[in-house]
T-cell receptor, first 114, second 113 residues
Framework: GAGVSQSPRYKVAKRGQDVALRCDPI?????LFWYQQALGQGPEFLTY????????KSGLPSDRFFAERPEGSVSTLKIQRTQQEDSAVYLC????????????FGPGTRLTVT | GQNIDQPTEMTATEGAIVQINCTYQ??????LFWYQQHAGEAPTFLSY????GLEEKGRFSSFLSRSKGYSYLLLKELQMKDSASYLC??????????????FGAGTQVVVTP
């Protein structure tokens, strides 16, 4: 079956613009995670969902970042008034449920803020 | 929270063995994971340890000592395609952060002919 997909794969935004990044998890996966990965670093946790419930958003860097998963499947990460420090790869991962030990990552969205 | 330390880079020859160490400090522990990430690609799951000891999976093995906050990933019979970044990650088990993953910065393994 299809893996985790993300769109767009690349996004260039001018400083101050709003962006929306989409994640389509593997069908039936209950848990969904968002990460931010800077060049040469490991993924940094942003937030995660169990179905439509956002259980932890402690990793979101500021109130400019907002994530939702209204129907418990597709998720959107929105960044308002983008800043240059937001430039990174944004990875989405899904797993069968929160107890599952295997997360499946999408290819990521590379965001460049100019 | 978690602090995770792993070496930045390791170089080894094709056919050899490399051991990547990972140490962590945790306020709650619910499993240690290793992922492989090729440049420009998504991380892919390699192994999972929640109990002390060695887990073997083909050419890859992972070891965990919870009392020492220590794990290693052993790559045997290295192949050129093993050149990648290897990420150590800990899943939180504390009440207020249950299920949250924290990743180390990754160890870049370079396999030479």
């Amino acid at each position: 079956g299809a893996g985790v997909s993300q769109s767009p794969r690349y996004k260039v935004a001018k400083r101050g613009q709003d962006v929306a990044l989409r994640c389509d998890p593997i069908s039936g996966h209950v848990s969904l995670f968002w990460y931010q990965q800077a060049l040469g670093q490991g993924p940094e946790f942003l937030t995660y969902f169990q179905n439509e419930a956002q259980l932890d958003k402690s990793g979101l860097p500021s109130d400019r970042f907002f994530a939702e998963r209204p129907e418990g499947s597709v998720s959107t990460l929105k960044i308002q008034r983008t800043q240059q420090e937001d430039s990174a790869v944004y990875l989405c991962a899904s797993s069968v449920d929160i107890l599952s030990y295997e997360q499946y990552f999408g290819p990521g969205t590379r965001l460049t803020v100019t | 929270g978690q602090n995770i330390d792993q070496p930045t880079e390791m170089t080894a020859t094709e056919g050899a063995i490399v051991q990547i160490n990972c140490t962590y400090q945790t306020s709650g522990f619910n499993g240690l994971f290793w992922y492989q990430q090729h440049a420009g690609e998504a991380p892919t799951f390699l192994s999972y340890n929640v109990l002390d000891g060695l887990e073997e999976k083909g050419r890859f093995s992972s070891f965990l000592s919870r009392s020492k906050g220590y794990s290693y990933l052993l790559l045997k019979e290295l192949q050129m395609k093993d050149s990648a970044s290897y990420l150590c990650a800990v899943r939180d088990g504390s009440a207020d952060s249950w299920g949250k993953f924290q990743f180390g910065a990754g160890t870049q393994v370079v396999v030479t002919p």
